[in-house]
């Protein structure tokens, strides 16, 4: 099965998908006229402003007698980078050096930098049509595909989609991921771990221990900050490794130190798919969280969602990337995945680093089994059927959070290849046939800007055509 998998997933990747994100991410790129790069002050400018945007929708709540919550910019954004920071940045990167070797790390930069356009892009489609739900906004690419596109089949089957990759085949990888990590520091029997989580994440997620959960809320971003401080530290005391390291990951980049010539190939399809997983961009996950917030004009959450693209791939897997790549151990035949960011990092911080990487992947793998909102809010999407509800949290919590304890890592792995190239194949349809909105939402955005105007509003007579399909703006 696993190698059936395999060579899906090479015809997917080595032919289609990566050529895909690539020919979308230029093309975004020159029609917002490189909105990545030119207009990351604004990112900053938004990121830092505080101030909550009064609710443009209060007389559409007070009708339905709910209280609309507001969710700033910021919060939507921190919730996203909480999402793509975790297995990606540590077991991913690790894993892609492993398969693909240094130069894969430069394609998952190549594919950030491109990739963050088409962040942009989906995460400004997914505020501009959001709806109302209950006391909060949600949206995503099967609400603008319903909305936009008119396409009932499609909306569902991405929800469909969207719905078995994280919370069916990714909680195996975070499964899979924890407990590599604590066999590898502390000898801990794979059954065994994966059994006391499964059953800790359905007592979770079906509402028993609520302080875990809002524990792990916390600790999380520490842990996130603490992991990148030390890998930091790591970097800053091997400086004069960094001119080798970067000079080994573009030679092995374009080939200069494979000697066969398909290892090319090799390299380039690995750091793309894990640049995908770990930033998201074009995989429609973000666009969910995006539409979240309550901002006066789409564009403001396309810049942040863009913003935390660079954050996840450019900052947090370099980092990862250059311990493993300054300890010498990614030449090593030895330990894959999460265990390889482990016997890196203890080379040079000693014991302590397997332990750190082991407590701080339980966290952020875990954090994203009980914390599946993407699965959740397509279920509902979907049916409002309770039972079917009950049905997706025992598999993603239980029977799939066994699997991947069980699993190897090349299978979890290519099972989360598989689904997340029909998911972002899927995705990547939907925002180019819709980017177009997003494109004269973006010239409304710096009109207004250079007319002086310091928050920009969106109203929807900007696009009569589809006036009747945005609900939640005026």
């Known amino acids: 099965m696993n190698d059936l998998i395999t060579h899906i997933n090479d015809a997917l990747w080595g032919y289609l998908l990566v050529a895909a994100l ?32 009064p609710d443009t929708s209060s007389a559409k709540a007070s009708s339905h007698g709910t209280a609309h919550r507001h969710i700033s910019s910021f919060q939507a954004f921190a919730v996203s980078v909480a999402t793509r920071v975790g297995t990606g940045n540590l077991a991913g990167v690790a894993t892609a050096i492993a398969i693909g070797g240094p130069g894969a790390v430069f394609w998952m930069w190549v594919i950030a930098l491109i990739g963050a356009a088409t962040a942009f892009v989906e995460s400004t489609l997914g505020q501009l049509f959001k709806q109302r739900q209950r006391d909060s906004f949600v949206g995503g690419p099967a609400y603008y595909i319903l ?13 469909v989609l969207i719905t078995v990759t994280f919370g069916l085949s990714y909680n195996s ?6 407990c590599s990590a604590m066999h590898e520091a502390f000898g801990w029997s794979p059954l065994v771990v994966g059994l006391l989580l499964a059953a ?9 221990i609520h302080r875990i959960a809002r524990v792990s809320s916390v600790l999380v971003p520490l842990m996130a900050v603490g992991y990148f401080v030390l890998t930091l530290v790591v970097i800053v005391l091997n400086i004069r490794l960094v001119p080798h390291v970067l000079h080994v990951i573009v030679a092995d980049a374009f080939g200069l130190q ?17 640049g995908l997983f770990s930033n998201e961009a074009g995989e429609g996950s973000a666009p969910n969280v995006a539409a979240t917030a309550t901002v006066t004009h789409p564009v403001k959450q396309g810049l942040i969602q863009s913003l935390g693209v660079f954050t996840d791939t450019l900052l947090v897997c370099s ?39 082991a407590i701080a992947i339980f966290l952020f793998a875990f954090s994203s089994i009980i914390g599946n909102y993407y699965g959740e809010a397509n279920i509902r999407f979907i049916t409002p059927n309770a039972h079917v509800l009950t049905l997706y949290r025992l598999l993603s919590g239980g029977v799939m959070v066994l699997f991947g304890a069980l699993a190897s890592l090349e299978l979890v792995w290519n099972l989360g290849d598989l689904c997340m190239a029909l998911l972002t194949a ?27 105007i310091s928050e920009p509003v969106f109203h929807k007579t900007l696009l009569p055509e589809i006036a009747d399909s945005i609900e939640e703006w005026s």
């Open 22 to 53: 690539v020919a979308c991410g230029l093309w975004f790129t020159w029609k917002t006229r490189g909105v990545q790069f030119r207009m990351i002050g604004e990112m900053l400018r938004l990121l830092g402003d505080s101030t909550r945007p």
């Open 173 to 178: 990888i975070q499964s899979n991921t924890i």
């Open 319 to 357: 980092c990862t990337a250059f311990v493993i790549l300054i300890s010498g151990l990614y030449d090593v035949p030895g330990p894959g995945g999460i265990a390889l960011t482990q016997a890196a990092l203890t080379s040079e911080i000693g014991r302590f680093g397997t332990t750190f990487i």
């Open 200 to 208: 800790t994440a359905l007592l979770i997620v079906f509402g028993g």
């Open 258 to 274: 494979q000697s066969v010539g398909g290892a090319l190939g090799a390299t380039i399809m690995t750091g793309v798919k894990r």
């Open 426 to 452: 899927c995705n990547l349809v939907a925002i180019t046939i819709l980017g177009k909105y997003a494109f004269r939402l973006l010239d409304d955005y710096r009109r207004q800007k250079r007319q002086g």
């Open 147 to 159: 909305r936009g596109l008119h396409c009932r089949w499609m909306a569902y089957l991405f929800a």
